[in-house]
């Protein structure tokens, strides 16, 4: 089964910066891709998404201070995060799936934590 490959995350101070990447398999251009995270206790939340035209939406709470891009030729779809701060702590996932809903495929969840 294709799957998504991640790259990024890691342990960064309040305000610091850190950039997520994933591949997609090939065959999955024109496809929506975006990024989700899970903090302990708490339910998978969506962060951001990017459509095949290049349209941007995000969630109010990183509003500002991630951007999500593409790049269509290697099939990647990139989470740079600034200003980072405690609660941004999560697992994040990456997501790519059909324009009309499946197939769809999920990354393995890479760990990004913010402490001081």
């Known amino acids: 089964q294709e799957q998504l490959v991640e790259s990024g995350?890691?342990?960064?101070?309040?305000?610091?910066?850190?950039?997520?990447?994933?591949?997609?398999?090939?065959?999955?251009?024109?496809?929506?891709?975006?990024?989700?995270?899970?903090?302990?206790?708490?339910?998978?939340?969506?962060v951001a998404t990017i459509w095949s035209g290049g349209l941007t939406n995000y969630a109010d709470s990183v509003k500002g201070r991630?951007?999500?891009?593409?790049?269509?030729?290697?099939?990647?779809?990139?989470?740079?995060m600034n200003n980072l701060k405690l609660e941004d702590t999560a697992v994040y996932y990456c997501h790519v799936r059909h324009p009309l809903g499946f197939p769809e495929y999920w990354g393995q969840g890479t760990q990004v934590t913010v402490s001081s």
């Open 66 to 80: 991630f951007t999500i891009s593409k790049d269509n030729a290697e099939n990647t779809v990139n989470l740079q």
């Open 9 to 46: 995350g890691g342990l960064v101070q309040p305000g610091g910066s850190l950039r997520l990447s994933c591949r997609a398999p090939a065959d999955t251009s024109g496809y929506v891709m975006g990024w989700y995270r899970q903090a302990p206790g708490k339910q998978r939340e969506w």
